[in-house]
C-alpha cells in the first residue's frame, strides 16, 4: 500500500538533501520477498510521484539496494526507516550500503502499517455490528494473524452508536516493527505536512469534500483533475468527521479516522488546504468564508443530507458546481474487497513477516548478550 506512514518517511528524507528519487519494487519483488501487494504497480508509481516531497521515481526499483543502484541515479545516500527490511531468505536489503557509509535513518511513523491497514479491512465484517459478544470472539480469533492492530469503528446499533478504538495485543510475543502502536495526532505532524501557502491574488479556490479514506490511486486521479480545473488553482479538501462519513458509508467505515485522513490528503502535491471536520452541506458561511470560486464532486453518488436535502444545493445555485470525471472508478470498497478476497495469503503475509523480523530481533538480542559477557570477562 502507500499510506501516510511512507509520506513521512519521504518528507524526512527530502529534509536530508536536495533531490529526491524513490525507488518503487514491481509486484512481482513484493509478492516474492513480503507477499501479495494491495495495490498495482503501476498505481503505486503514479501514487507515489503525487507524493509533494517526491522529485523523480524508479520503476522496478530492486528490492535490494547495491552501491551500484546508488551510482546509477547520482544518489549520495539512501534513507529509510528505523525498523528493518528483509529478503524472503532473511538478509537485510540494505547491508551493503550500509556497510559502505552511504545509509542514512528516519523515524517510523508510529501507529500505521500496510499490516495493521489490511489487517483492520480483514475484519470488515458483519460481526462487527451484531453484538459484543460476538465482536469480542471474533477479535479473539483473528487478532493474532494481524500481529497486534489498531481498529477504529462505528457500529450502527443505537446502544452503541459512537466511536470506540480496540487495541488487541495477542498473547505471543510481536515484533515492534509489525505490532502497531496507536496512531498520536499532534500539531507539529500537521505544520510539517502543510503547505503554509496561503491563496494569492489571481488563484482560483476550488473546494472539494468527501471522506477520503484509505487515500488512493482513484483521490489522486480525481484531485489531479480538480486541479485541473483553473491555471492557477488552490485545492481546498473538506474532510467529514468519522461520525458523519459512518452516517452516510455505513459498514465499518471510515477504515482511517479523520486525523489520518488529513495526513493522507495534506500529503498530496494537489491539495493547498485541508478543512478537518468539514460540514457535510457545502453551505453559504463555506463558500463567503473561503471565497470559493468552484465547488467540485467525482462521478460517485451523492448521499443526501440527514434531513434529506442535497448538500451541494447552494454552490449549484451559484452556478459553481461541477462534476469532475477522473476517469478512474476504484472506490475505497473496492480496495476492501481486494483484501477481503485473498484474505488467507494477507493473513499468511502478516504472520510470516512477522516471523522473519523476530528472528533477527533473537539474533540481534543473543548479539547483544554475547557482546556483554565479552566485556564482562575483560572487566574482570
Not at 490511486?217 to 467529514?240: C, N, T
Request: charge should be negative.
Amino acid at each position: 500500500m502507500v499510506h501516510y506512514g511512507h509520506s513521512n518517511q519521504l518528507r524526512q528524507a527530502k529534509a536530508m538533501g536536495d533531490y529526491l528519487i524513490v525507488g518503487v519494487h514491481t509486484d512481482a519483488e513484493i509478492s516474492k520477498h513480503k507477499g501479495p501487494p494491495v495495490f498495482t504497480q503501476e498505481e503505486r508509481y503514479k501514487m507515489v510521484r503525487a507524493i509533494k516531497w517526491v522529485d523523480e521515481i524508479v520503476e522496478g526499483a530492486p528490492y535490494v539496494t547495491t552501491l551500484e543502484t546508488l551510482d546509477k541515479y547520482n544518489c549520495d545516500f539512501c534513507v529509510h526507516g528505523d525498523d528493518i527490511t528483509l529478503t524472503v531468505d532473511g538478509k537485510d536489503t540494505y547491508e551493503e550500503v550500509k556497510r559502505e557509509g552511504r545509509y542514512r535513518e528516519c523515524k517510523r511513523t508510529q501507529g500505521v502499517s500496510t499490516t495493521d491497514l489490511v489487517g483492520r479491512m480483514l475484519l470488515m465484517t458483519k460481526a462487527h455490528h451484531s453484538n459484543m459478544v460476538s465482536l469480542s470472539v471474533y477479535y479473539q480469533q483473528h487478532t493474532d494473524n494481524f500481529g497486534g492492530h489498531c481498529l477504529f469503528c462505528f457500529c450502527p446499533n443505537d446502544w452503541w452508536d459512537s466511536l470506540y478504538f480496540v487495541l488487541f495485543q495477542g498473547p505471543k510475543g510481536h515484533s515492534p516493527w509489525t505490532g502497531v502502536s496507536q496512531f498520536l495526532q499532534t500539531s507539529q505532524k500537521i505544520i510539517q505536512f502543510a503547505s503554509g501557502k496561503e491563496p494569492q491574488p489571481g488563484d482560483s479556490i476550488i473546494y472539494v469534500a468527501g471522506a477520503f479514506d484509505l487515500f488512493h490511486i482513484g483521490h489522486v486521479d480525481f484531485l489531479e483533475m480538480v486541479y485541473k480545473q483553473a491555471e492557477r488553482p488552490y485545492v481546498i479538501v473538506g474532510l467529514h468527521f468519522d461520525q458523519e462519513v459512518n452516517r452516510y458509508k455505513g459498514k465499518n467505515y471510515p477504515i482511517m479516522n479523520i486525523h489520518e485522513r488529513t495526513l493522507s490528503v495534506l500529503a498530496c502535491r494537489y491539495v493547498s488546504e485541508v478543512v478537518i471536520g468539514a460540514p457535510y452541506a457545502v453551505g453559504k458561511d463555506l463558500l463567503d468564508h473561503f471565497k470559493v470560486d468552484l465547488v467540485c464532486h467525482g462521478k460517485t453518488e451523492v448521499f443526501p443530507d440527514k434531513d434529506g436535502s442535497d448538500p451541494y444545493a447552494e454552490p449549484k445555485k451559484r452556478g459553481i458546481f461541477r462534476t469532475v470525471d477522473s476517469g478512474n472508478g476504484l472506490t475505497t470498497d473496492d480496495i476492501v474487497q481486494r483484501i477481503i478476497a485473498n484474505r488467507l495469503q494477507f493473513e499468511a503475509r502478516n504472520q510470516k513477516k512477522e516471523a522473519k523480523e523476530m528472528a533477527v530481533i533473537e539474533a540481534m538480542r543473543k548479539r547483544e548478550e554475547e557482546q556483554n559477557e565479552a566485556a564482562a570477562q575483560v572487566t574482570q
